[in-house]
Each structure stands twice: as structure tokens, then as C-alpha cells.
């Protein structure tokens, strides 16, 4: 048997309390909608919320590490820039060698060695603005150049293993005319001319030894981008998957929780006004 009451109105409050519900609900949907995020506080998924900041911060890892990588690239660029040069300037030196050990040469062989003598000094500091003349140590982080040049690229699970740095190794290279054997060789004579074309031959390819290994590092750095934008993408992805909103579930939402608050709003209207038919009882 129902019964009517003028101190309490149960159904009122029950429409009340189910129109809050759907307010909030409501107030969540628009709040997706118009951010694009499923996951805006930690109360709408805290244990999603700790696993797409995780992924968020790999993406940083990565995107700095592509940085670094470009960087190491540039640096190694200039360094095989100066390379270059001194291999056009062996080219000169062997012309010069192979000029005087000619028998049929008439001209002055010491100004041909004079001439390879200012060769010999442009290759050493060509070497020394590189970083890769004897003696440049090559060990200080601040200084231009470095011996041993490891760029931080990350990807890795373990954030300190080896596995995220890629290192490019010049410890042993010395590009200047003591390093590459020519720092004696003299073409002021026939003979010594000669010698000095096989001394030159074996420098040269010193000297591709220590190109090979900073293409090999120009190589492995450009690698190593393609594998951080790819894994920058995959983050991305998962990171969607768990933080952004469904746009289309959303706005289906949005339709019906927007019925509902009107079908509650109107409910709570009729239970209001049940009141006023208890009152006619007393008539």
C-alpha cells in the first residue's frame, strides 16, 4: 500500500540524486569531448594514468636523443670535412713526389720539397682544428672536439644501459702528418722522392682507415634515428590507446546522457508537485 507524506518526499529525492548522477556523467562526457582526453585527472583511470605518463616519457627520452644523435652527426660532418681536405692535400703531395722522382724532371727539386714542406704543415693543423692532431687530447666534454664521442640516444628499458649510447671511437686516430708517417719525408733528391711516393700511398690509406671510422659513426648515429622515430611513433600510439578519448563513443554518450538529464529534470518536476495531490486529501 503506498503511502503519501507531507515531510517527505522520497521520490523527489530519488530523481534528484539519479539527476546528479547523470550530471556528472554528463559534465565528464563534455569534458572528454572538449579536451580530446579520455583520462583528464586521476580519478578517471589512475593505474592508466601511470602507464601512459611512462610512455610520455620515453617519447621525451627520444625526441632529445634524436637531438643528440643530429648533433653527433653535425659534429662528425665537420670532422670528416677536415678529413677531406687532407686528403686532397696527400693528393698534392703525391703529385709533388711524383714530380721530383721523375729522372726526366729539369726543375728545382727543393722547391718542390718546399712546397710539400707547407702541405705537410697545412695537413697538421687542418688535423689540430679536428681534434685529431698529436697530442690534442680529446677528452674534455667542453671542448669542441672529442676523441671519443658518445651521444645518448636512449630506447632502452634500463635508462643507464650501454644499449641507448652510441659511441664513436677516434681515441687512436691522429690525421696529422706525424700520425699518418710523412712528417720526414723529403723530395729534394731523386731517391728520397721515391720513398717518399710509398710513405704517402701507405698515409692515404691511414687516412681512409680513420674516414672509415667516422663514416661508420655518421652511419650508426643515422640509424639510430630512424630507430628513435620509430619507437617515438609506437609510444605515441600506445600512449593514445590509453589517455585520448573516444570522440565517436563520446558524442554517442553525449546524446544520451543529454535525454536523461532532460527525462530526470522533468521527473523531479512531477515528483515536486506530488505534494500539492497529498493536499487535496485535506479538502
Not at 726526366?104 to 712546397?115: A, K, M, P, Q, Y
Amino acid at each position: 500500500m503506498a503511502n503519501f507524506s507531507l515531510v517527505n518526499n522520497t521520490s523527489a529525492s530519488a530523481s534528484q540524486a539519479r539527476l546528479a548522477v547523470t550530471n556528472n556523467s554528463l559534465n565528464q562526457t563534455i569534458q572528454r569531448l572538449s579536451s580530446g582526453l579520455r583520462i583528464n585527472r586521476s580519478g578517471d583511470d589512475a593505474a592508466g594514468l601511470a602507464v601512459a605518463n611512462s610512455f610520455r616519457s620515453d617519447v621525451a627520452v627520444l625526441t632529445q636523443g634524436i637531438r643528440n644523435a643530429n648533433d653527433g652527426i653535425s659534429t662528425l660532418q665537420i670532422v670528416d670535412g677536415g678529413l677531406n681536405t687532407i686528403s686532397n692535400l696527400l693528393d698534392r703531395a703525391s703529385t709533388l713526389a711524383s714530380q721530383s722522382a721523375s729522372g726526366t724532371f729539369s726543375g728545382n727539386r727543393t722547391t718542390l720539397n718546399n712546397e710539400l714542406t707547407a702541405v705537410l704543415s697545412e695537413i697538421d693543423r687542418q688535423a689540430q682544428n679536428i681534434g685529431l692532431g698529436t697530442g690534442v687530447a680529446g677528452t674534455d666534454p667542453e671542448a669542441r672536439f672529442v676523441k671519443v664521442i658518445d651521444t645518448y640516444i636512449g630506447g632502452g628499458a634500463d635508462a643507464s644501459a650501454t644499449g641507448n649510447v652510441v659511441s664513436v671511437d677516434l681515441s687512436s686516430s691522429v690525421a696529422d702528418s706525424t700520425g699518418l708517417g710523412i712528417n720526414a719525408v723529403d723530395i729534394s733528391t731523386e731517391a728520397g722522392a721515391q720513398t717518399a711516393i710509398g710513405t704517402i700511398r701507405a698515409a692515404v690509406t691511414t687516412l681512409g682507415d680513420i674516414q672509415g671510422v667516422v663514416g661508420a659513426g655518421q652511419n650508426n648515429l643515422t640509424q639510430a634515428i630512424d630507430l628513435a622515430s620509430t619507437q617515438i611513433t609506437n609510444y605515441q600510439a600506445a600512449e593514445s590507446a590509453i589517455r585520448d578519448a573516444d570522440i565517436a563513443a563520446e558524442a554517442s554518450n553525449l546524446a544520451r546522457l543529454n535525454t536523461l538529464q532532460q527525462a530526470g529534470v522533468a521527473a523531479l518536476a512531477q515528483a515536486n508537485t506530488s505534494g500539492q495531490a497529498v493536499l487535496s486529501l485535506l479538502r
